[in-house]
């Protein structure tokens, strides 16, 4: 065996265990990024704390729970972040027992209970579950079908909803299946959550376990 094979294979061992090392840092960085952007909670089970109250209706904490009602009441019951939000992913869960709600991402509030922007609705079949709807605006800019409406919600029970807003990018999944999707919207880019009671009907609706990142 000549001298210069033997160093052709020291080089390639060489360069071989370097791809392994490499590899490794990368894998060892991806997993330290992930660990990074864990889910945050926007909610104590206990208090209302983060939010606050606007508009009629009553929202109290019940069992780790945001529990909205009202009675046909003349104003909506909003319950809005106290914080901003721009790019995001946030995900809950919901059960709507009557009435219609919706979560709001990115509203801005204009007295006396107007919450502007984009709502994806929360309710019971047949109210377009998981859509898209533009409050003052241009109103549903994306609503599933009855049928797709209907192989995802679960009414009056436990739901999971999944928001991921990242610049004009909106995507909605409910029980982990994609209800309603915008491209390159012209929306809001910046603004607050918030949960709705609608005005003039009969309402409890509950929200839990929000969290972010």
């Given amino acids: 065996m000549t001298t210069l094979t033997i160093r052709s294979r020291k080089t390639i061992r060489n360069l071989l265990i370097s791809l392994a ?68 992913t946030v995900r809950f869960k919901f059960k709507c027992f009557s009435g219609d709600s919706g979560f709001y991402i990115r509203t801005i509030i204009k007295e006396p ?24 605006g241009r109103k549903w800019v994306s609503k599933p079908s009855d049928e797709l409406e209907k192989s ?15 610049g004009g990018d909106v995507t909605v999944h409910v029980n982990g299946i994609k209800s309603a999707e915008l491209k390159n919207d012209p929306g809001c880019p910046e603004g607050h959550f918030a949960l ?14 929000i969290e972010i990142k």
């Fill in 113 to 136: 209970e107007k919450a502007h922007g984009l709502q994806v609705q929360v309710g019971l079949v047949k109210s377009g579950v998981g859509g898209i709807y533009e409050s003052y």
């Fill in 21 to 88: 090392v490499t590899n490794l840092l990368v894998i060892g960085l991806l997993a330290a990024d992930e660990k990074s952007v864990e889910w945050k909670p926007l909610m104590d089970g206990k208090t209302l704390a983060g939010w606050h109250p606007v508009g009629d209706g009553k929202w109290t904490v019940e069992n780790g729970a945001f529990v909205g009602r009202a009675n046909k009441e003349k104003l909506y019951g909003l319950l809005v972040s106290d914080k901003t939000f721009k790019d995001f």
């Fill in 152 to 166: 995802y919600t679960r009414d009056k029970e436990w739901n999971e909803m999944v928001i991921s807003a990242h």
């Fill in 196 to 209: 709705q009671m609608h005005a003039g009907c009969v309402m409890e609706v509950l929200f839990k376990d």
